[in-house]
Structure formats: structure tokens, C-alpha cells
């Protein structure tokens, strides 16, 4: 997926945003603090997750900084990532110069905040300005000390099957899709009825699994798993088991394709008819792609991506860039994260991976809004355009320690539960409700 990358631009970006005179002078000879003054070249480690689209930026930074040399790792998911950085966190050794945190298990990295360097001493004063407000703030310990550089954020669209929508009679359009599911006011209850009429038609499911939808319908709320104080806000909470219920009546109708997450058979469910929506945070739409190819498709496959979401404005995950204090190279590290979320990197990782940008300069810029790769794959859907209207009304929702843990391992199982057919809704809560005892401490 190689896109036209802005050099000079980037560089220019780099010169002005970032304390680019100590990169110079670490590869004009004179080395640096972290290197003891000699000659050395600089190796700095990265470990992200997902699908970034950092690895064309990686070139750009080595070519323009010769005597730095990225050495890159990619984890698969997040959640395997957070294991990766508890592992080594704990051993005392081991992690990366710039390590990638999910908003998820941010609170569990804020826990610890003085493992990771105060990026505030590290440049971070002159670039501030750059960020979205809530993003600033998430990356902030209640000390004061910014411990990550934003990159993208997560608002929601629907990604859908135009051939899917056409065999059950249903509108194809997208703006007359938006309008299908109630355009601004779209809610739960109109999604679920379209995907009756859908099934009814067609005899497959409408979604692919009920996870998916679990996680947009919580973080939606103004309070999720925790409150804004951090209390655990789950037991007795009235609005998410009436979302529960909800959810498993259409999930028990037959409208889950009751798919693994991130797996969907190599792809090939998206080629197969097995289901017909899903719900899109910008990175999704890059996932959706690889998914899409590796099954043999194309932008001939019929997806397309509609300016709506049930239930209103959603944000699901966006990443941080932090720089822990193992690593040996904390202004070199800074100074490549500082690049990595700079208004043009985010514009080309968003036209590679979707990875919609956290940086306001960035949500204007050309590759987001105008075509691009990912835009073409979509059948010319102006997806950044999209997301940038989806994303306005997403407030920052206050994530607990556990809340990762209360996503996939207390209310992953009863996910499962339900799409397999194994237990109701009333008696998955429960199960849901008997894991939250044992897993999650009230802190």
C-alpha cells in the first residue's frame, strides 16, 4: 500500500515541531547524552499494534536522520500488546524505546506513570497545541506529566455491503443508507430493525459478532465499566443491562453471524455474504481491507462506508505514543514519536491504515479528506470526511484500571455465550456479573 509520501514536507514539520537540532547534532559526530558522547549510531526500538501505518514513516525518518535505524515490532492486537508490555514492565528490562499504549489499558499504564518519561521535558511544551483537547488530557497523569503523544482516535461510521443490502431489497446508497438507519437521530432500536428485515429476507446474519456492538453501545455512554470518580459502574447499572437486553433479543433472532473477533475465517467472511455490517472506527476500515484482500477480494467485494452510527457519536480506542524510562535514547525516541504524530504523519498513516488523527491539522489535510487509497477501496467513500463528522459530539469517557479486563474477560465470554446460543441474555449478564467478582477489584 504505497502512497506518495511528502518528504520535504514532513521534514520541514519535523524542523519546526520537534527538537530536531538534537538529532542533528547526535548524527553530526558529536553524539548524545543517552550514547556517552561518542560516535555510535542510534538504534531505536518501536512496538506498536494493529495496523498503524507507520512503516513508510520509518523510512522517511531514517532518511532524513542518518545514524538512526528503526528496529520496528508489531503486535497483532492490542490486547496481546498490553500482555507484551506488562511482562516486560515487570521484568525490569525489555521494552522498547517508543512503546504504543491502547486507550483501553491506558489507565493501567497511568498507575505507573513515572515508568514512562515526561515527554514535557522531552519537547513536548512546543507541540502542544497540536492535539484535540480530550486527547491531551488522556495522555496527562494527575501530576501533570504527559506520558503520550496522541495518534489517532477512534469515531465510528457503519461499514456495509452494497451486493448484501441490494439482495434484500434494502437501499444502496450511502446517503440513502445513513437515512435507512434514522441519519443523525439513527438509534439501537432502528439498526436492529433493518437487520430483521434483512434476515428476513435474505436468511443470514447482519452482523458479525455482538462484541463489536457491546463495545460501541458502552463507550457511548457519558459513564462506561467506571464512573468519572473511578468507581466500578457496572453492577446496578440500569442503562447498560437495559443495552444488554437489547443486544442478546437480536442476537438471540439470528442476527449475529456470531463470528470470532479479528479472525472472520482469513477474510473470507466478508467476501461470502456471512454478514452484512459492521461497525467502523477509522483503523477498522484498514482492517477490513487486509481482510478483504487476504480472502482473494477487491473494492469490487461491495463495501462501502455510510456516514451514520446507532446511538450517536462513538469513539473506540485511538493510541498513544510514550517513551518508558528503560530506554536509553529518551530525546531521540521523543523526537521520532514527536514525528510519528505530527500533522503529516498522521495524514499519510490515516491513508494507509485509516488510523483516523488526533491532531486537528491533520483532520483537514488532503490525504484525509480527499482520495486516497483506503477511500478508493470503499467505493470512493469520502472517508475522512466521514470520520471527521462522526467524530464531532465524541467525549473522552474515563477508563478504568480494569476496564480492558472488563471488555474482554468479563464480558467476552458471555459475548460468546450468547452469539453460540448456549445461554439468554438474562442468564449471560449473570455469568458476566459472577466474573466481574472474580477478576475486577473495586479500586
Known amino acids: 500500500m504505497n502512497l506518495s509520501r511528502r518528504t ?45 501505518g507507520y512503516d513508510g514513516l520509518y523510512k522517511e525518518y531514517e532518511a532524513a536522520n542518518p545514524g538512526i535505524t528503526i528496529k520496528a515490532t508489531n503486535i497483532d492486537t492490542g490486547d496481546n ?40 521535558e522531552l519537547g513536548a511544551e512546543a507541540i502542544s497545541d497540536r492535539w484535540v483537547d480530550w486527547k491531551l488530557k488522556q495522555g496527562t497523569d494527575t501530576d ?19 451486493d448484501a443490502f441490494a439482495a434484500a431489497g434494502l437501499p444502496t446508497d450511502r446517503e440513502q443508507v445513513a437515512e435507512l438507519f434514522g441519519g443523525d437521530s439513527a438509534t439501537w432500536d432502528q439498526y436492529f430493525a433493518v437487520g430483521t428485515q434483512y434476515e428476513a429476507a435474505t436468511g443470514k446474519a447482519f452482523y458479525d459478532q455482538s462484541g463489536f ?38 442476537t438471540e433472532s439470528g442476527l449475529s453471524a456470531g463470528q470470532t473477533a479479528f479472525d472472520w475465517g482469513k477474510g473470507k467472511a466478508f467476501t461470502d455474504g456471512t454478514f452484512a455490517t459492521l461497525v467502523c472506527p477509522g483503523w477498522m476500515l484498514g482492517v477490513v481491507k487486509g481482510q478483504i484482500t487476504a480472502a482473494g477480494g477487491d473494492t469490487s467485494t461491495g463495501w462501502d462506508f455510510a456516514n451514520v452510527f446507532p446511538g450517536g457519536a462513538a469513539n473506540w480506542g485511538g493510541s498513544f505514543l510514550t517513551v518508558p ?62 470520520l471527521a463528522d462522526r467524530s464531532k459530539g465524541v467525549v473522552a469517557q474515563y477508563k478504568g484500571p480494569d476496564d480492558s ?7 467476552g465470554p458471555s459475548i460468546q455465550e450468547l452469539d453460540s446460543g448456549k445461554a439468554d441474555g438474562a442468564k449471560a ?11 475486577v477489584v473495586n479500586k
Request: glycine share 10%; proline share 3%.
Open 405 to 411: 479486563v472488563i471488555q474482554s474477560q468479563v464480558f
Open 144 to 162: 501533570g506529566r504527559l506520558i503520550g503523544y496522541g495518534s489517532d482516535i477512534g469515531p465510528e461510521g457503519l461499514c456495509y455491503n452494497r
Open 325 to 386: 524510562t528503560q530506554s536509553k535514547h529518551p530525546q531521540e525516541a521523543a523526537d521520532l514519536a514527536a514525528f510519528l504524530t505530527s500533522a503529516e504523519s498522521e495524514a499519510t498513516a490515516f491513508g494507509v491504515a485509516g488510523a483516523f488523527p488526533s491532531v486537528t491539522a491533520a483532520q483537514s489535510d488532503p490525504t484525509v479528506t480527499g482520495t486516497n487509497e483506503l477511500a478508493t477501496f470503499f467505493n470512493d467513500a469520502p472517508v475522512g470526511q466521514i
Open 8 to 52: 520535504k514536507q514532513q521534514v520541514a514539520a519535523m524542523a519546526g515541531l520537534t527538537t530536531i537540532a538534537l538529532i542533528l547534532t547526535g548524527c553530526s559526530g558529536g553524539g548524545s547524552a543517552a550514547d556517552g558522547g561518542g560516535d555510535d549510531d542510534i538504534t531505536l526500538t518501536v512496538t506498536t499494534f494493529g495496523t498503524m
Open 429 to 439: 449478564w449473570d455469568n458476566a456479573l459472577t466474573l466481574l467478582d472474580q477478576l
Open 81 to 120: 500488546a498490553k500482555t507484551d508490555w506488562q511482562t516486560k514492565a515487570a521484568a525490569g528490562a525489555g521494552l522498547p524505546d517508543v512503546q504504543a499504549v491502547e486507550e483501553g489499558w491506558l489507565s493501567q499504564v497511568m498507575q505507573v506513570s513515572d515508568q514512562f518519561n515526561d515527554l514535557n
Open 213 to 250: 456492538l457491546w463495545n460501541a453501545m458502552v463507550n457511548q455512554q457519558k459513564e462506561g465499566y467506571y464512573t468519572a470518580d473511578g468507581d466500578l459502574n457496572v453492577k446496578g447499572n440500569a442503562d447498560l443491562e437495559a443495552l444488554w437486553t437489547k443486544l442478546s433479543a437480536a
